[in-house]
Structures are given as C-alpha cells and as structure tokens.
C-alpha cells in the first residue's frame, strides 16, 4: 500500500472573478516526484501556494501527511520550498544560510554543524562553507537554496521552477542532481515547470495543467505514448497531429486522413465521423518508394534540417498537408534532397486517437 503524502479535494482557487485553478483532486504518494507542468498562467504556482499555505484556498480541503492542514498556517506546515529566485542572505555564508532553518528550530550548534556538512556533501559543495552568495556562481547558489531546504529534512519539498533562471547546461546537470537527491532521500517532491523534456526527465508522473485545470496525469510514458487530447500532444514533446474521418472504428478501425493517407488497424471505439489523431515524428518511418504496405504514404520533401543528433524532414503530402518525419542523424543525410518523392510508413500502434 502506498500512502498519500498530499491529497487535495476539490481544492479551488478564485481572485475575484478570475479562476486561477478550477475544484482539482490530486494525490501525491509518499516518495513520489511529481511535476506541475503548463503553459504560463495555467495555475501550476497556484496549486503550489495552496499547498504550503501561503494562499487561502477558496473551496475544498488540503491534507499532508493525513493531517488536514487547510486552516494550519504555512509555517505549521512542515515543508521545505525552493524557488527560482533562491533568495539566499546575501551577509551570510553558505554555512549560515544552510544552517538557518535549524537555527530557527533551536537545534545545538552541534547539531548544526554535522546537518549542514552532511547536505553540503549531497550537494556537494564541500569546502564552499565559508564563501558568501555572491562568490557562488548562479547554479551553486541554486544547490545551496535546495540545501537549504533539505537540512531539516521536511517529509515534503515544494520546488517551483527552481532552475528557470539557469543555462541549458548547468540545468541538465542540476535536474540529475535533484533526481539523485530524490531517489537517495526518498522525500516526496512536488515541482513545477513549463519545461516539458525536465518533467520527462525528472518525474514519476506529471500532471499536465492547462487554464486552471488538470489536462491529463500519469507518467510520462503515458503522457508522451497516450496523450488523450490535442492539447496534451501538442505540449509534450512534437507532435503531428492530422485530421481524419473514420471509415470504421472498433479494435481494427480504418481512418483517412485529408490528404489521402489511409490508417488502417488503429484502436478506437470513436463514433464520432472526423476526428484527430497524433502521430509522432520519429513513429514515421522511412520506407521504399513504392513500398505498398498498408500505412504507408508518400509525399515530397519539402524541407530538411540538421539538428544536431537528429535529423528532422518537412514531407509535403496532397491537400496542402504537411508532416514532419525525424530520423537519427546519419553521415549521408543530405541523400534526401528537397523536392525528392519519399515514401512514409507508420505502425498502427502509434497512431494515437485524440478527443
Ligand atoms: N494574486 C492574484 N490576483 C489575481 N490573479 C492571480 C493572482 N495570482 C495568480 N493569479 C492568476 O491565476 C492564474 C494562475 O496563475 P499561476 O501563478 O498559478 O500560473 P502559473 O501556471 O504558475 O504560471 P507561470 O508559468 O507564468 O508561473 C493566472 O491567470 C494568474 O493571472
Ligand atoms: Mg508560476
């Protein structure tokens, strides 16, 4: 059995007229690393706020560690945050600012001292204890606010876009950081980003947020394979996403897009006579011209472009239709020359119905 570290029943938020989050029921277990993603403005900070109290939730109930807490003010409710402006005290050491949360807690100094050497190690800034904020590069002192927050070992930690203000580089490293320190502490995370490769990387599962309301939730495996609607598969990851009209639908349905292309052997108990279907670009594959298997449909290549490990093709099919097609990238790339007839081929497997 596992246990829920926070639950929410039908929590709701409003400012006046403005609904910021929709009644939302969530359940984050014990452990768990969960991830807040959407656009801008699609209540991810809300729900975060609601959690650690600093907002009054205008409906419904909110329970941690099976305690209500939806009238225990923030600081009674035990949990660490970290935040995009790590807002570390720019007069105290790394030490200090480590050492901060404990103080406040009256542990000895002592007990300081082993704590703080201890996160300093996870995090591994050993040897920068002295050092003031401002000698801290943007990524260390980004380590220092999560240290901050893992010293006194709260059951839950609430991140919200903790590395929004970093380069790609130092943000791919610091996301394996995170990942590492969640698998070794076990402690439950909640975190927030509209970045959709770090809640990929980083998550058990991801609730997916879209104008004050939960979109869809599940692992990311289930997120990027099954979105359930055009939004989700526009969000995450690249999508093809095509209109078709069902020939017949079942467990072998037949599907034909506006250009032409027919799908034949997709899942889908749709009644519904047009519909949309996803297509990711590296599902398409690239067959034989005059390749005449089922699912296979040819178009031009209207454009072709190098980015870096892959290889991304523009195919122009009838109808004013466009798809695009990515393959690893290869020495003789450029073999497919724009303008060129090519030959696609998809398995119905990942031809993905949306509603
Ligand atoms: N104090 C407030 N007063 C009025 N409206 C607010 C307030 N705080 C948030 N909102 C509105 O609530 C909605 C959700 O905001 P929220 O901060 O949760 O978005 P978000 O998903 O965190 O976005 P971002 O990625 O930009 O941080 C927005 O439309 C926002 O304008
Ligand atoms: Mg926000």
Redesign the pocket.
């Known amino acids: 059995m596992t246990e829920t570290m926070v639950r929410l029943e039908a929590v709701e938020k409003s ?2 007229a ?1 609904h ?2 929709a009644p939302t029921s969530l359940e984050i277990a014990r452990g768990e690393f969960l991830t807040l993603l ?10 975060l706020n609601l959690i650690s109290g600093s907002v009054a939730a205008t409906g419904g109930k909110i329970w941690i560690g099976g305690r209500d807490v939806t009238h225990l003010p923030s600081n009674r409710r035990e949990l660490g945050m970290v935040f995009q402006n790590y807002a570390l005290m720019p007069h105290m050491s790394v030490f200090e600012n480590i050492g901060f949360p404990l103080r406040v807690r009256q542990y000895s100094e002592a007990e300081i001292r082993k704590k703080v050497h201890e996160v300093l190690e996870v995090i591994r800034l050993e040897g920068y204890a002295n050092r003031k904020p401002k000698e801290l590069s943007g990524g260390q002192q980004q380590r220092v606010a999560i240290a901050r927050c893992l010293v006194y070992n709260p059951d839950l930690i609430l991140m919200d ?1 903790p590395l929004g203000a970093l380069d790609k580089k130092l943000r791919d490293q610091l996301q394996l950081e995170i990942r590492r320190i969640h698998r070794t502490l076990g402690v439950t995370l909640l975190y ?1 980003t ?1 970045d959709q490769s770090e809640a990929l990387v980083l998550s058990d599962r991801i609730c997916l ?1 879209n104008s ?1 309301k939960v979109e869809q939730i599940g692992t990311p495996d289930e997120l990027y394979f099954r979105p359930r609607t055009v939004f989700a598969a526009d969000f995450l990851g690249d999508s093809n996403i095509l209109d078709v009209s069902v020939v017949s639908n079942g467990k072998q349905a037949k599907l034909t897009t506006r250009s032409g292309f027919q799908i034949e052997g997709v899942q889908t108990s749709l009644s519904a006579p047009v519909a949309k279907v996803m297509i990711r670009p590296e599902s398409l594959i690239v067959a034989e011209d005059g390749n005449k298997e089922p699912n296979t449909l040819t178009g031009l290549v209207e454009d072709i472009t190098l980015a870096g490990g892959v290889v991304d093709i523009q195919v122009r099919l009838d109808n004013a239709e466009t798809i695009n097609v990515r393959r690893l990238t290869t020495r003789d790339f450029r073999a497919t020359e724009r303008g060129r007839p090519i030959t696609l081929r998809v398995q119905p497997s990942d031809v993905v119905v949306l509603e």
Do not use: D, F, N, R
């Open positions: 400012y006046g403005v910021a989050l959407g656009p801008s403005g699609s209540g991810k900070t809300t729900i876009e927030v509209h947020m004050g």
